[in-house]
């Protein structure tokens, strides 16, 4: 369920946003940037909006437009939950849908945003975060993909990469099927990002969490972290 605060105002993801934060914090989102529309990443949307209701401006929700037609056909449908984008007005919706173009950076806060397409099995962005001297790369959801490193490489200040591993290596049929890596496909992956920055590896399926374990610790790479639930980094 994946969900990283950035700032406490923006989140990218949506996936366990209402799980783990207070209501404090859940009312000091203004956005949420969307990787795609997939459940484990959006699934917490709706409850965030039903609990900070009425705040003073719309939540924002950014990303790239397929992935907004999808959450307006298949989340907000008035079917599965409330258009919020017309509730409780059309001039004052509680949730404002802005599309991002993809390759072009955004502000959202106090960083600056720009997706870059990956390879999944629904239209999926994987995103490089920056603010002057620093940045941080998220894959989103992705198989094996090369625009989103072509950027990673040109970033010089690329502090820390985030990168899925969603299944074991036995499980790796799946993975092909589900637009997802392996950890024996990291090495190829991670030799197309640039040298000695730590990466996090990320949205491992509960089942497989004990095997990838095993999986990246046999690939001797000591800056490959898996990612723990809460953890907090300063970059
Ligand atoms: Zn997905
Ligand atoms: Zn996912």
């Avoid at 917490?44 to 999808?70: G, I, K, M, S």
Wanted: aromatic share 8%; proline share 9%.
């Amino acid at each position: 369920m994946t969900t990283f605060l950035i700032d406490g105002e923006t989140a990218l993801d949506a996936g366990a946003l209402t799980e783990t934060l207070p209501l404090p914090a859940q009312r000091r989102i203004r956005r949420v940037v969307l990787t795609h529309a997939h459940l484990d990443h959006v699934a917490t949307l709706p409850f965030l909006v039903d609990n900070t209701y009425r705040r003073a401006a719309p939540l924002e929700v950014l990303a790239p437009a397929p992935v907004l037609t999808a959450l307006r056909r298949h989340v907000f449908n008035d079917v599965i939950w409330p258009d919020f984008t017309r509730l409780p007005s059309r001039s004052r919706p509680a949730v404002r849908l802005r599309p991002v173009p993809a390759g072009r950076p955004f502000r959202a806060g106090g960083a600056t945003f720009t997706a870059f397409p990956v390879n999944h099995i629904v239209p999926a962005y994987g995103y490089l975060i920056s603010r002057p001297g620093r940045s941080v790369l998220f894959s989103g959801d992705t198989s094996e993909t090369e625009e989103l490193w072509e950027h990673a490489r040109r970033a010089r200040d690329l502090k820390a990469i985030f990168l899925e591993v969603s299944f074991s290596n036995a499980q790796r049929e799946i993975a092909r099927a589900s637009c997802h890596l392996t950890p024996q496909q990291l090495p190829g992956e991670l030799a197309k990002a640039p040298a000695r920055v730590p990466v996090y590896l990320y949205h491992m399926k509960p089942p497989s969490l004990p095997r990838i374990r095993r999986e990246v610790k046999a690939l001797g790479q000591r800056s490959w972290k898996l990612l723990e639930s809460e953890r907090r980094f300063r970059f």
